[in-house]
């Protein structure tokens, strides 16, 4: 079973804008934990496909792959996250003048288990702010 | 002010500044007992360091310390069925990475290493004890208290 977290943001930006952001792999290094992407690959209409990712939290750190599971343009995108010690999924919805974040996480082997605790604190109490970041960034603050 | 009444006011405050409500009492004594896990898990094996055996021991005995607390722990009347709950759950968690340590003893230091990464089957507790915390999370703050709960 996996922890879910999520933080509603108000956004000036239009949906479209939003949406067009969602689609570089940079906007996602600052949306929860994760802090620096690369290797991003496109479908042939642009849409984010895939991503490589590194995170940390609680002094710990991860590499892994996103991969796009949802992409409904203007509506909502869900990445699904998968590393040798975490899996989860990282979900956007756009709505006319906010944006709800929203994260799936999950320990995966016995080292992340014993520290899941802490990692799962930080994961939920460093949301927020990158969330209202990621928001500022939008509306050019 | 006369020196009774500062007296009266002094032991007044000092009364306030102590938990006596059980809920609040219990939330404090649950969460102390999670930071010394934190704390007890990172000294046995710090962030960065390679998972020797002897380490991910400590790691597990640390747990094994905050299983013994939370049996020790007298949870408030709100809180029982949760609390029982959670020590179940962290029973069988800790039950289980003994369990692990002990297959693994006479691992050489890269195959206990494979052996941690492959090491899935106790993701489902690990998930369990992070609900059995949630919900001990939820029914505090129904009752009016904030936990802050590193487990």
């Known amino acids: ?3 879910t977290f999520s933080h509603t943001v108000p956004v000036g930006a239009p949906a479209a804008r939003v949406w067009e952001a969602l689609q570089d792999a940079q906007t ?3 949306i929860g934990p994760i802090d620096a992407v690369w290797d991003s690959e496109h479908t042939a209409d642009g849409t984010l496909a895939r991503y490589r990712w590194s995170a940390n939290a609680a002094g710990r750190s991860w590499k892994g792959t996103a991969t796009t599971a949802e992409a409904h343009p203007g509506v909502r995108m869900r990445l699904d996250l998968t590393s040798s010690e975490i899996v989860g999924a990282i979900a956007v919805e756009l709505h006319q003048d906010f944006i709800t ?4 996480a999950s320990p995966r082997g016995f080292l992340a288990t014993m520290f899941w605790g802490t990692v799962k604190a930080a994961l939920e109490s460093g949301l927020p702010e990158q969330v209202e970041a990621f928001a500022r960034a939008l509306d050019g603050g | 002010m006369s020196p009774t009444r500062a007296i009266a006011l002094v032991v007044l405050i000092g009364a306030a500044c102590t938990s006596t409500d059980p809920v609040a ?3 404090e004594d649950l969460q102390a007992i999670m930071e010394r896990l934190t704390d007890e898990s990172s000294a046995a094996l710090p962030p960065g360091t390679t998972p020797t055996h002897d380490a991910v021991a400590g790691v597990v005995a640390a747990r094994r310390t905050a299983l013994a607390s ?3 722990t007298e949870p408030s009347a709100d809180l029982a069925p949760e609390h029982l709950a959670l020590v ?3 029973t069988d968690f800790v039950e289980a990475a003994t369990e692990f340590l002990d297959e693994t003893a006479s691992l050489d230091p890269n195959d206990f290493r494979e052996a941690l990464a492959a090491s899935t089957d106790i993701d489902t507790l690990a998930g369990r004890v992070s609900a059995a915390c949630d919900a001990i999370r939820s029914r505090a703050r129904s009752l009016g208290h904030t936990a802050s709960l590193e487990c």
């Open chain 1, 1 to 3: 079973m996996a922890d």
């Open chain 1, 28 to 30: 996602w290094s600052n």
């Open chain 1, 101 to 104: 974040v929203s994260m799936e």
């Open chain 2, 25 to 27: 009492s219990y939330v």
């Open chain 2, 70 to 72: 939370l049996e020790a």
């Open chain 2, 88 to 90: 179940v759950v962290f």
